[in-house]
């Protein structure tokens, strides 16, 4: 059973970076049919997908963040990674990482770390 | 406001059986398949239901998917309280160079 873990800063100030790692146990990363997503949740609302990079290292990315937005693959590691770049308030949210097949199916979720922007 | 549009919230007594929708457009739902899923509070989503009605190993078989054209619908049957949670319809969308689109969410209440 694949199995997924966020970590990174819990508090970011505005105009930083904000850096997130996925690390994945039970599989590997660069293997299968699959992708590993961001995704994530502000308080109270509702789910928006940030982006996936596929095994290949290509990505696809929100158009409404693609501009602030890097992924990447760490196989040695077996993690996958998530940059966004001149954070605001807007973008405190709990961030999910995930493993999708398909167009848009997320099978394994991460339990999801919370990131607040604040200075 | 989320291109797939879900009512906010629906509710059912013990037993009953509720529908969630989820309408979209030709871009998403109309050439996509539709995935949904559970979020229990506090907790990480989960997959119910994958490519419009199909159901993954270990979840229950009250929960079924359809979709026709642009619209879908989740039902849930023989309501539980452990059902009450909110839930998520998911498809691709086609334009913008293409990404995931999630409705905005229903909060299921057992009443």
């Known amino acids: 059973q694949v199995q997924l873990q966020e970590s990174g800063p819990g508090l970011v100030k505005p105009s930083q970076t904000l850096s997130l790692t996925c690390t994945v146990s039970?599989?590997?990363?660069?293997?299968?049919?699959?992708?590993w997503s961001w995704i994530r949740q502000p308080a109270g609302k509702g789910l928006e997908w940030i982006g996936r990079?596929?095994?290949?290292?290509?990505?696809n990315y929100n158009p409404s963040l693609k501009s602030r937005v890097t992924m990447s693959l760490d196989t040695a590691e077996n993690q996958f990674s998530l940059k966004m770049t001149s954070v605001t308030a807007a973008d405190t949210a709990v961030y999910f990482c995930?493993?999708?097949?398909?167009?848009?199916?997320?099978?394994?979720w991460g339990q999801g770390v919370l990131v607040t922007v604040s200075s | 406001q989320s291109v797939l549009t879900q009512p906010p919230s629906v509710s059912g007594a013990p037993r009953q059986r509720v529908t969630i929708s989820c309408s979209g457009s030709?871009?998403?739902?109309?050439?996509?398949?539709v995935n949904w899923y559970q979020q229990l509070p506090g907790k990480a989503p989960k997959l119910i239901i994958y490519?419009?009605?199909l159901l993954p190993s270990g979840v229950s078989d009250r929960f079924s998917g359809s979709k026709s054209g642009t619209s879908a619908s989740l039902a849930i049957s023989e309501l539980q309280s452990e059902d009450e949670a909110d839930y998520f319809c998911?498809?691709?969308?086609?334009?913008?160079?293409?990404?995931?689109?999630f409705g905005g969410g229903t909060k299921l209440t057992v009443l």
């Open positions: 995930a493993r999708g097949s398909g167009m848009a199916t997320i099978y394994f």
């Open positions: 039970g599989g590997s990363i660069s293997s299968g049919r699959h992708y």
């Open positions: 990079v596929f095994t290949s290292g290509s990505t």
């Open positions: 030709s871009s998403n739902i109309g050439s996509s398949s």
């Open positions: 490519y419009d009605d």
């Open positions: 998911a498809a691709w969308d086609g334009s913008l160079n293409g990404q995931v689109l």
